[in-house]
C-alpha cells in the first residue's frame, strides 16, 4: 500500500530526484521522461469520460489507467541483473494479452479502413485520438531509454498494443467506424 502523508518534500528543488530504489537523478532523465510520459496520458485518458459522458468502455478505462500506474512503476525502478521475480512491480504478458483480447473485441464489429483516419469525429474519439498520440511519445521516450538503461520489455510491448487500442477505441467511439473523418491524399493541392 502507498501512504503520502506529506506532498511536499524540497528533495527536487535542486533538479533531482529520487527514483524507486533510491537513487538520484536529474528530473530530465530519460526515465524519469518516460515515466512522466505515462503520467501524462493517464492525466489525458482521465479526461475522456468528462468530456465523453456517453463513452461505453469505462470498466475498460479505469483498468488501463491502473495498469499504467503499474507502468510508471516498472519504469520508476530499474530493473537489477539479479531480481527476483516478484521483488518489484512490473508489467506482465497478461496485462498486454488483457489489451489484445479488448483490440480484437473492438475492431471485429469495425468496417475495414480504406484511407488513414484523421483525429477527429465525436468527443470521445477526438479524446483517444489525443491520447493515443501522447501513448506513441510515451513508447518512444521508452526506446529512448531501452538505449542506455534496462527497462522490463512487457512495458515497451502493453505500450504499443495500448496505443493500437486507442486508435480502435476512436473509430470505435466514431459509430462504430461510420463517422470516422478519412484522409484524401491531395485533396487540397
Given at each position: 500500500m502507498v501512504y503520502l502523508s506529506k506532498i511536499y518534500t524540497r528533495t527536487g528543488d535542486d533538479g533531482e530526484t529520487g527514483l524507486g530504489d533510491g537513487t538520484r537523478v536529474t528530473k530530465d532523465h530519460a526515465r524519469v521522461t518516460a515515466y512522466g510520459t505515462v503520467d501524462e496520458l493517464n492525466a489525458?485518458?482521465?479526461?475522456?469520460?468528462?468530456?465523453?459522458?456517453?463513452?461505453t468502455?469505462?470498466?475498460?478505462l479505469s483498468r488501463i489507467q491502473n495498469d499504467l500506474f503499474d507502468v510508471g512503476a516498472d519504469l520508476c525502478v530499474p530493473p537489477g541483473p539479479?531480481?527476483?521475480?516478484?521483488?518489484?512491480?512490473?508489467?506482465?504478458?497478461?496485462?498486454?494479452?488483457?489489451?489484445?483480447?479488448?483490440?480484437d473485441r473492438l475492431n471485429e464489429p469495425l468496417s475495414p479502413l480504406?484511407?488513414?483516419?484523421?483525429?477527429?469525429?465525436s468527443p470521445a474519439a477526438a479524446?483517444?485520438?489525443?491520447a493515443r498520440t501522447v501513448c506513441r511519445r510515451a513508447e518512444r521516450d521508452v526506446v529512448t531509454l531501452m538505449k542506455?538503461?534496462?527497462?522490463?520489455?512487457?512495458?515497451?510491448?502493453?505500450?504499443?498494443?495500448?496505443?493500437?487500442?486507442?486508435?480502435?477505441?476512436?473509430?470505435?467511439?466514431?459509430?462504430?467506424?461510420?463517422?470516422?473523418?478519412?484522409?484524401?491524399?491531395?485533396?487540397?493541392?
Open positions: 489525458v485518458l482521465g479526461l475522456l469520460p468528462i468530456h465523453a459522458p456517453g463513452f468502455e469505462s470498466a475498460l539479479d531480481e527476483k521475480p516478484g521483488a518489484a512491480l512490473r508489467v506482465t504478458q497478461e496485462q498486454v494479452s488483457t489489451l489484445e483480447r479488448a483490440i480504406t484511407s488513414f483516419v484523421l483525429p477527429g469525429g479524446w483517444c485520438h489525443v542506455s538503461d534496462p527497462v522490463n520489455p512487457e512495458v515497451l510491448k502493453y505500450l504499443n498494443r495500448l496505443s493500437d487500442l486507442l486508435f480502435v477505441l476512436a473509430r470505435s467511439a466514431n459509430q462504430g467506424g461510420a463517422g470516422d473523418v478519412l484522409w484524401v491524399p491531395g485533396a487540397n493541392r
